[in-house]
């Protein structure tokens, strides 16, 4: 009697185990690259979705874990799409084939069938090094060197410059130089009077106006 009872609890822990072995399946493994500076903004935007062929097998997720790490549980055997969502890493999918020794993982581009299989790659995943993507434009700081170099505010120094300095260095210049600049700047004024008012007298209306009557 007590040996039957013993061969059935020992029967009934048999088909337990077996039971938690078929549901558990396999764990799908992968890593991100060890020179990837893991930000707490990357980990919490980035996610890995294991997708199957078969409809009646539900997407899983996962997230990467601080040691660079992620896994999806309780896989069966079957044909799988991994895909990687980031905002700040490149977008990549991998096909994955869950045999019964073995795990199979090859290159996949989004879109192509089913059946189309890239390079093999090694097991578990290895993310491949890449670029982070920066998508926030930083803002202009203010640079004084900058709006200084702006030709406006160059102009406005200069007129400013001659404005405030130009009386000092006259003041600052001997009397017979003074006189010497406004006896010059006379001289320069009464010749150009001089030939306007020449041009002005040798000026023959009559002249002007015939050449016009010819020429139409």
């Known amino acids: 009697m007590l040996k039957n009872i013993a061969r059935s609890i020992v029967t009934l822990l048999l088909l337990l185990i077996g039971s938690v072995n078929l549901t558990s399946g396999y764990t799908l493994r992968g890593t991100l690259p060890s020179n990837l500076q893991l930000s707490p903004k990357l980990i919490e935007s980035t996610y890995f979705t294991l997708e199957s062929n078969n409809t009646a097998i539900a997407d899983k997720k996962a997230f990467i874990q601080r040691n660079r790490d992620f896994a999806f549980h309780n896989v069966s055997?079957?044909?799988?799409?991994?895909?990687?969502?980031?905002?700040?890493?490149?977008?990549?999918?991998?096909?994955?084939?869950?045999?019964?020794?073995?795990?199979?993982?090859?290159?996949?581009?989004?879109?192509?069938?089913?059946?189309?299989?890239?390079?093999?790659?090694?097991?578990?995943?290895?993310?491949?090094?890449t670029p982070l993507i920066n998508?926030?434009?930083?803002?202009?700081?203010?640079?004084?060197?900058e709006m200084i170099k702006n030709p406006m505010i160059l102009m406005s120094l200069a007129s400013l410059v001659m404005v405030f300095a130009l009386p000092n260095i006259l003041?600052?210049?001997?009397?017979?130089?003074?006189?010497?600049?406004?006896?010059?700047?006379?001289?320069?004024?009464?010749?150009?009077?001089?030939?306007?008012?020449?041009?002005?007298?040798?000026?023959?209306?009559?002249?002007?106006?015939?050449?016009?009557?010819?020429?139409?």
């Open 171 to 216: 003041n600052n210049l001997d009397p017979e130089t003074v006189q010497a600049l406004q006896a010059k700047q006379a001289r320069a004024g009464n010749n150009d009077v001089n030939h306007i008012q020449k041009k002005i007298n040798d000026f023959d209306m009559a002249e002007f106006l015939a050449k016009k009557t010819s020429r139409s």
């Open 77 to 129: 055997v079957g044909s799988y799409v991994v895909n990687l969502h980031s905002i700040n890493l490149q977008q990549l999918s991998y096909r994955i084939n869950i045999e019964e020794d073995s795990v199979k993982v090859y290159d996949y581009i989004a879109g192509n069938g089913w059946e189309s299989l890239g390079h093999r790659v090694p097991y578990p995943i290895e993310i491949p090094a």
């Open 135 to 145: 998508y926030e434009v930083p803002r202009e700081t203010f640079s004084l060197i």
